[in-house]
């Protein structure tokens, strides 16, 4: 539930290294060691919190496809940045899978305000191969505290979603995870010690490699990505070559000044010559410092692009959020979405109640949708837009979803995605008897590339406002919370239905009896075509969306308050009504005022949730 702008901000930032240690076993002191860490920039850091007495989880992951090359040899010490401390009880750990309990364990004496404090490992960890690591630390802090140090500023480089893994926990003990880069900071201040005889020498890696989805005929494409120097030696060279579709391979000599372990560096070129229609770009790296690289199963890269001619003018964004009624950060995350979106008149909102826990609203498709996030870290409150990966500059999300930033942040994000060019066009007619609650759904479409060869899929979806349920919010849960935008059925298969086109067009008919818990009259038909790669979650973009009724009466009510009402006004919040307590909650999810009577409160600009725990209502103080 942690969004961008809960994390606090910036401590003042401290250097030095202090190790500590008790009860080690010790390796050879002449074995060869090398660092293992995700950390660019640690001179730039910030202390890190959430406003809550809580549980914190840090942790960086070895994926098995690097666990591959460290088989064999031991971690046998962890360095951390520690923040501002209330408790300095913690306990390092290691697991193979964040959803079970680590398999290893050792407490350990924190120290406040420290940029690497190194701690030995009293049984050094016999790495194995084929396996994800996780290897992590906890502690706990009370709500004006931030005990966890990451970086500040990426200097231009993007976050590594390996390196930058947190979590906190609710008052029922469940750990919600979050990535860094998803707020806009960097990685965790973390490291390693590697130690052993069989470290890997020369291994780099291909990392986060950006370009935009589509690009107009005759223009270029810039790609840009990262290479990491995962081997013990120091490299200055490499090589990098890069196909696109039947085209003859090219191959590059990438600036490379001196790459120590564990450091990144850029590349960047240019690709000129693509068809129109669906591209597919594989880019491979080679001879690290003139050597071979000892593991190359992760040198090579593969994704795809379109290019176009022409497209139509008009683009609906599809916007789709993750929420649950136990998310307690959630309704904070609906109301600035719904002021990012506020001068839009294109953006169709779904949200699915999955990635944080579920509810009663939840279905199968739901949890099949958060393989979006690209990982199995899933939070709430998230959200992506068409089903494309946005995310560039300091940071980068391993699939399409990211966190709900604040309302300016959206905003930018819908400006983004409409002007994407739309390589296709549907039209959709609803056709709903009321007194067999039969809905016929017609669709008609065309695409302006050729997309035969494209795993193309339509999809529809039923969306249903007005549902009245259970929310927890910061400190309590409603029972009136009114649910809109919510999922409830998809007509065509998780993924989509196949598309059969007829020299570019097509058309098709879906039906569908609405159960008598389906209000149809709340309810709406939302379509749209998109990509389906089962292999790559970042290669699923929609390329046109619809919307309409259900029915002629379909509406999105207003909530009835009760016994009172709240409105902003300039620098006040306004009471109404026969009021006995009323929680006034920010909209980072902290609580600002008890209210105990009708009047005029004076609160600094922002949103806010007032509750008195059975009637909710946002407010906005200008």
């Known amino acids: 539930m942690i969004n961008r702008k809960t994390i606090l901000t910036i401590i003042a930032m401290c250097v030095g290294m202090t190790s500590m240690s008790a009860g080690t076993t010790a390796l050879p002191s002449d074995m060869?060691?090398?660092?293992?860490?995700?950390c660019n920039n640690p001179?730039?850091?910030a202390n890190l919190g959430v406003g809550l007495n809580t549980t914190y989880h840090s942790c960086i992951l070895i994926p098995a496809v690097k666990t591959k090359s460290f088989a064999g040899n031991y971690i046998t010490?962890?360095?951390?940045?520690i923040g501002n401390l209330s408790d300095t009880n913690g306990e390092l750990w290691l697991s193979y899978d964040l959803n079970d309990d680590p398999f290893y364990t050792q407490p350990i004496e924190l120290v406040?305000?420290?940029?690497a404090m190194s701690y030995q490992l009293e049984t050094p960890?016999?790495?194995?191969?084929g396996k994800d690591l996780?290897?992590?630390?906890?502690c706990h802090a009370d709500w004006d505290y931030s005990p966890i140090k990451g970086e500040s500023d990426r200097s231009g480089s993007v976050a590594d979603p390996r390196g930058d893994i947190v979590g906190y926990e609710d008052e029922e003990g469940r750990i919600n995870w979050k990535h860094l880069a998803d707020t806009r900071f960097g990685n965790l201040l973390m490291s390693l010690t590697i130690q052993g005889d069989n470290l890997p020498t020369y291994d780099i890696a291909i990392e986060n490699v950006k370009f935009d989805p589509y690009v107009s005929a005759g223009s270029t494409l810039t790609v840009t990505g990262n290479v990491r120097n995962y081997g013990s030696k120091t490299i200055d060279s490499y090589m990098l070559s890069y196909r696109v579709g039947s085209n003859p391979p090219k191959t590059e000599t990438p600036q490379c000044w001196e790459m120590n372990t564990g450091n990144m560096y850029g590349f960047s070129f240019t690709v000129d010559k693509f068809v129109v229609g669906p591209n597919t770009l594989t880019i491979t790296l080679a001879n690290p410092g003139g050597h071979s690289d000892v593991n190359p199963d992760d040198n090579t890269w593969s994704g795809s692009f379109i290019g176009y001619s022409t497209s139509h003018s008009s683009r609906n964004v599809l916007l789709e959020q993750f929420s649950t009624a136990f998310c307690a950060q959630c309704p904070a995350g609906h109301d600035r979405i719904e002021e990012g979106i506020a001068e839009f008149d294109n953006v169709i909102w779904v949200t699915h109640h999955s990635g944080y826990y579920e509810d009663d609203m939840t279905t199968d498709d739901d949890r099949a949708l958060t393989w979006f996030y690209g990982s199995p870290q899933t939070f709430a409150p998230a959200i992506m837009f068409d089903r494309t990966n946005f995310s560039s500059g300091s940071y980068l999300t391993e699939g399409p979803v990211e966190g709900v930033g604040q309302s300016n942040e959206i905003r930018e994000l819908v400006l983004k995605a409409s002007s994407q060019p739309s390589l296709a066009r549907i039209e959709v007619t609803s056709n709903y008897d009321e007194e067999s609650r039969e809905l016929v759904v017609d669709m008609t479409g065309a695409s302006l590339v050729d997309l035969s060869t494209r795993n193309t899929t339509v999809n529809i979806y039923l969306v249903e406002d007005n549902i009245i349920g259970l929310q927890t919010i910061p400190g309590s849960v409603v029972s009136d919370y009114v649910h809109n935008n919510v999922f409830r059925k998809a007509l065509t298969e998780t993924w989509g239905d196949p598309i059969y086109w007829d020299n570019k067009s097509f058309k098709g008919q879906w039906t569908y009896t609405l159960p008598d818990n389906f209000k149809a009259e709340d309810m709406r038909v939302v379509a749209f075509l998109a990509n389906y790669n089962s292999m790559d979650c970042n290669d699923c973009m929609v390329l046109d969306s619809y919307m309409v009724p259900l029915t002629d009466k379909s509406s999105v009510a207003t909530v009835d308050f009760n016994s009172w009402t709240a409105h902003g006004s300039d620098g006040s919040i306004i009471i109404d009504g026969e009021v006995d307590s009323i929680r006034v909650i920010g909209i980072d999810g902290v609580e600002k005022g008890l209210l105990s009577s009708a009047g005029a409160y004076p609160f600094p600009a922002g949103m806010y949730i007032l509750t008195d725990g059975k009637t909710s209502v946002k407010t906005i103080v200008r």
């Open 43 to 45: 001179l730039d850091n």
């Open 32 to 38: 060869p060691t090398m660092q293992y860490s995700y």
């Open 134 to 138: 996780y290897i992590g630390w906890t």
């Open 112 to 115: 406040e305000d420290k940029m």
């Open 125 to 129: 960890h016999l790495i194995e191969t």
């Open 77 to 81: 010490e962890v360095s951390i940045g």
